[in-house]
């Protein structure tokens, strides 16, 4: 089974920063998409980044340039630098993993979750 622990959200002015951490742990060293989505309330689950196992990130438009995804292995962490906040950005987040032989990483098909983290922007 794949576990997910999110933590690192909170409450921050605009223009603030944080950095949000997932712990992952169940899995194997293979071809992987790992995830960061975001659900405001009221609306839908929405992808924010990818990445996977060589690197190779992607990102919503909305977040691109003020998001960064990245990953430690040693550490099966997984994170996401949200610099800039805005006031849409406030959300919880999630983190989450597939297995997958795309050649690239999208948001589809995840079906492991974390617990959140939540970030709110004022």
């Known amino acids: 089974h794949v576990q997910l622990v999110e933590s690192g959200g909170g409450s921050v002015r605009a223009g603030g920063s944080l950095r949000l951490s997932c712990a992952a742990s169940g899995y194997t060293y293979s071809s992987y998409c790992m995830g960061w989505f975001r659900q405001a309330p009221g609306k839908q689950r929405e992808g924010v980044a990818t990445i996977d196992r060589d690197g190779t990130t992607t990102y919503a438009d909305s977040v691109k340039g003020r998001f960064t995804i990245s990953k430690d292995n040693a550490k099966r962490t997984l994170y996401l630098q949200l610099d800039n906040l805005k006031s849409a950005d406030t959300a919880m987040y999630y983190c989450?993993?597939?297995?997958?032989?795309?050649?690239?990483?999208?948001?589809?098909?995840?079906?492991?979750w974390g617990q959140g983290t939540q970030v709110t922007v004022s």
């Open positions: 989450s993993i597939k297995f997958t032989l795309r050649p690239a990483c999208d948001y589809e098909r995840y079906t492991n």
